[in-house]
């Protein structure tokens, strides 16, 4: 019955792959990108793989289809008509397909408990984190801890892609109007624009959001409190339960954009300005880092959380918890900061 479901959402999903391709609306093939994911997420959870099917829910049915949004308010709703030849692409596309249907032909049936992976690894994992963790969560286990190196290179990717966002949206076109020199009437006009265009700006402020629409804007705020209860329901229960860093920065970033959403992305800056997010980025990262030099500096390796406290499976406890909290504040730092850039993008 499991296979039957699977092959049901795997065709899905090829379903939703071609009309993507095929439709010519933008907004269309955004809608299609969450469904993608929605289904991915229910492939990935029927895989037992609880921890990516929440990732991919937060992320690739949440917030991705938000900036996609974002993306298409700069861009307009429908494909630009190309002539050229296709037949290129379509060849590159067919040869590739048929390389991955070929190495397929190679794996170990699903569920085969013969498989390489299931020989040496990940016995290892199951067998040493109840000894030397004593957490039930072997996901969080491995990526925290015995993985804790990799962990701290993707947050440190997560934070370089951020930085690298926020200079790309922060670049505005040159300015070639003439600079009025001092005492000309050049000096007068240009403060009456200015306040013209202030006055414009906050008339759209106002006017931002759906603060008009009451029955989105009521239901909206019922359930931030509730998607932010989660997110740190998720963020200090990833060690008994799917859950950790990524997918509670995923879901409270979810959170904070619903609400700009509803009330206007002015008034979300008003409560967790610019300045805060940049702190988030770099704090969540050095965070992480310094879990790495205290450790050292107590008389272990780097990331050896034992040496955090007297009993080494409550030091390995404290510092779980310590570098989960610094990618969890990383992750709602870049993830808010990238809505932000798009969502201003039209004011520069």
Request: proline share 2%.
């Given at each position: 019955?499991?296979?039957?479901?699977?092959?049901?959402?795997?065709?899905?999903?090829?379903?939703?792959?071609?009309?993507?391709?095929?439709?010519?609306?933008?907004?269309?093939?955004?809608?299609?990108?969450?469904?993608?994911?929605?289904?991915?997420?229910?492939?990935f959870f029927l895989l037992d793989a609880a921890d990516v099917a929440l990732t991919e829910a937060a992320i690739g049915a949440g917030i991705s289809t938000v900036l996609f949004l974002g993306a298409l308010a700069l861009t307009g709703e429908h494909e630009h008509s190309r002539s050229s030849n296709r037949f290129v692409a379509l060849g590159v596309v067919v040869v590739t397909t048929l390389i991955v249907i070929y190495a397929t032909f190679d794996k170990p049936r699903f569920g085969d408990p013969m498989a390489p992976v299931h020989q040496h690894v990940a016995p290892w994992y199951f067998d040493t984190t109840r000894e030397a963790i004593d957490i039930p969560n072997v996901v969080t286990a491995v990526l925290a801890s015995f993985r804790g190196y990799d962990t701290l290179g993707e947050v440190f990717v997560v934070f370089t892609a951020g930085i690298g966002i926020l200079f790309l949206f922060s670049v505005s076109p040159p300015s070639r109007k003439p600079i009025p020199q001092p005492g000309s009437k050049g000096i007068q006009q240009n403060f009456k624009r200015t306040l013209a265009k202030a006055k414009d700006t906050e008339v759209a402020e106002e006017s931002e959001g759906l603060r008009h629409f009451l029955i989105p804007r009521v239901?909206?705020?019922?359930?931030?409190?509730?998607?932010?209860?989660?997110g740190l329901y998720v963020q200090f229960h990833g060690d008994y339960g799917p859950g950790g860093g990524f997918q509670a920065g995923a879901i409270i970033a979810a959170a904070i954009i619903l609400y700009a959403l509803l009330e206007g992305e002015a008034q979300a800056l008003r409560v967790i300005p610019q300045s805060v997010l940049t702190g988030l980025i770099a704090g969540g990262a050095l965070l992480y880092g310094a879990v790495g030099i205290a450790t050292i500096l107590l008389g272990g390796n780097f990331l050896d959380y034992s040496v955090l406290a007297a009993d080494p499976i409550a030091g390995q406890h404290i510092g779980i918890i310590v570098i989960e909290a610094g990618v969890g504040i990383t992750v709602t730092g870049v993830l808010l900061s990238i809505f932000h850039a798009f969502a201003g993008r039209r004011r520069i």
């Open positions: 019955m499991t296979v039957l479901f699977g092959v049901f959402l795997l065709t899905l999903m090829v379903i939703t792959a071609l009309a993507m391709v095929h439709t010519k609306h933008l907004f269309v093939a955004v809608v299609l990108s969450g469904i993608f994911s929605l289904l991915m997420a229910a492939n239901v909206g705020r019922l359930l931030i409190p509730f998607i932010l209860l989660f």
